[in-house]
């Protein structure tokens, strides 16, 4: 059986950089910048407590799974509440912590084969996550980035898929996807 392959969609997060490292540094990085501008939400919402209020508000929201900034938003307004603080700080917080998970370290590898696929094939991205291909400088290398948030829901559902093909202006048995997680 052959098939010719006239796209590629690609995952980003531990795609083409790990996560980990980000997951690990973007918490702290938010709390300090809590700790200078909201100190009454860094006392009370210690990096372990904030996240356990993370997990109170993705449980009570479901049906905002698939739209990481936002959910994490909904965190920072009821920890800055609960607190005493402003919570006209959200979108200040938010973008420092924005800052920090656009911040990746690509594997060794991985730049130089997108600059190799980009060039023969068309590339678009497609994430779960809230990376920003713009803000990381990697944008000029595909087609267009969707993520879930954008889209109304996540992968593995098949419309974030649909979609891109349709984009793309391929059929799906056109377009490759590439990701790290076989179930997504």
């Not at 919570?87 to 190799?116: K, M, Q, T, W």
């Not at 023969?120 to 980035?145: C, K």
Request: aromatic share 8%; with cysteine.
């Amino acid at each position: 059986m052959s098939f010719r392959i006239r796209a590629i969609t690609l995952d980003l997060d531990d795609t083409l950089w790990p996560f980990a490292p980000i997951g690990a540094r973007v918490e702290h990085v938010l709390h300090d910048w809590l700790v200078a501008n909201c100190p009454r939400t860094a006392e009370r919402f210690p990096v372990t407590e904030m996240r356990k209020l993370r997990e109170v508000i993705n449980a009570e929201h479901p049906e905002l799974a698939h739209d990481f900034s936002r959910l994490r938003k909904l965190t920072l307004a009821l920890a800055m509440e609960l607190a005493g603080d402003d919570v006209a700080h959200v979108d200040p917080a938010f973008e420092a912590f924005y800052a920090e998970r656009n911040r990746v370290e690509c594997y060794p590898d991985s730049i130089g084969a997108l600059e190799r696929i980009a060039a023969r094939l068309p590339v678009a991205a497609i994430t779960n996550g809230n990376a920003d291909l713009s803000r990381i400088g990697l944008h000029h290398h595909f087609a267009f980035q969707l993520g879930a948030a954008q889209h109304g829901a996540p992968k593995p559902e098949p419309g974030i898929f649909l979609a891109a093909c349709e984009r793309l202006g391929e059929a799906p048995e056109h377009v490759l996807h590439v990701g790290d997680d076989i179930e997504l």
